[in-house]
């Protein structure tokens, strides 16, 4: 099995650069290695890669050096590959695909799963509107989208980063689109069964539980059960919207009237205006008044590490 690497330098705000610095000083086994130079560089490299280990039969450990947006786009370029055995070493500011899948922290633990790899498949979720994206984590539309395309522009987000709190950034910015961003109506079909809601502040549908840097969105989802869950909060004051915004790190927000989860393999989403949306944080650049995500079972081959 051949030992790949990914890496972007950037995420974090530079945290990949120095992650990947301290681990190269430990590794004693021979590797590859891709820096990414600009958008959509991971995907490119992780088609190739896909394709050319399809092409001479080779498995590949991928271990990507970056934060959910590096790893959005690693997954669109090889899922569905035989070949290419996905890992992940955390160096962005959210890092929620390491929350719900675990990762290599150290070059040890990188070394001992090569003498003792195992793997698992994974479902990802697709999302379909004027284009098509694959995403890991989750997708959605209003507010939660509104806030992380928000942050992630944001020079308050690199300035919380440098300092190793820049997941708060998303914080600040709930609070400060309950000022600037305005409810909505939504249709869900959910594998044929209908539901509307008024006053929607956000819809989002979850591959597994974690998203916004650490946010338990949807704490009963499962990354292998062949099925999505969406989120719909609705019908709350900003005051009231606001205290279930912060309840989400904890999981406790599922227990509030007007939040509302949905289980299928497939979803149509309806709203009445234009919105921001986004798969695992990257803006899909959605200027249509539908959203359609269904489940792509088994569609990624990811390392399986094993606590020791």
Request: proline share 2%; charged share 20%.
């Amino acid at each position: 099995m051949r030992l790949v690497f990914i890496i972007n330098e950037f995420a974090g705000n530079g945290r990949g650069r120095r992650v990947w610095q301290r681990l190269r000083e430990n590794l004693t086994v021979s590797y590859d290695m891709h820096v990414t130079g600009y958008p959509e560089h991971a995907y490119r490299l992780a088609y190739e890669l896909a394709e050319k280990a399809a092409k001479e039969k080779c498995c590949i450990l991928l271990v990507v050096i970056g934060g959910d947006g590096t790893i959005h786009e690693v997954i669109n370029g090889c899922a569905g590959s035989e070949y290419i055995l996905l890992g992940n070493i955390p160096a962005g500011s959210g890092n929620d695909f390491a929350r719900g899948f675990r990762a290599f922290y150290h070059a040890s633990e990188i070394e001992a799963y090569l003498q003792n790899s195992r793997m698992q498949y994974v479902d990802l979720g697709m999302a379909e509107y004027t284009g098509k994206q694959f995403f890991v984590n989750n997708c959605g539309v209003g507010f939660d989208a509104f806030v992380g395309l928000e942050a992630n522009r944001s020079e308050m987000k690199k300035r919380f980063n440098q300092i190793g709190i820049g997941k708060l950034a998303y914080v600040y910015y709930v609070v400060l689109g309950l000022a600037r961003f305005k409810p909505f109506s939504l249709s869900v079909n959910c594998d044929g069964d209908i539901y509307t809601f008024d006053r929607v502040w956000f819809a989002t549908v979850s591959n597994q539980p974690y998203f916004g840097g650490g946010m338990k969105i949807s704490p009963k989802s499962s990354i292998n059960d062949g099925k999505l869950e969406a989120t719909i909060v609705h019908n709350l004051s900003r005051i009231k919207f606001l205290l279930m915004f912060l309840s989400v790190f904890f999981g406790a927000h599922t227990r509030i009237n007007g939040v509302e989860q949905i289980t299928g393999e497939c979803f149509t989403l309806c709203y009445n205006r234009i919105l921001p949306c986004h798969a695992d944080g990257e803006d899909l650049s959605n200027h249509t008044l539908q959203l359609y995500v269904t489940t792509k079972k088994a569609a990624l081959k990811i390392a399986k590490i094993v606590s020791s």
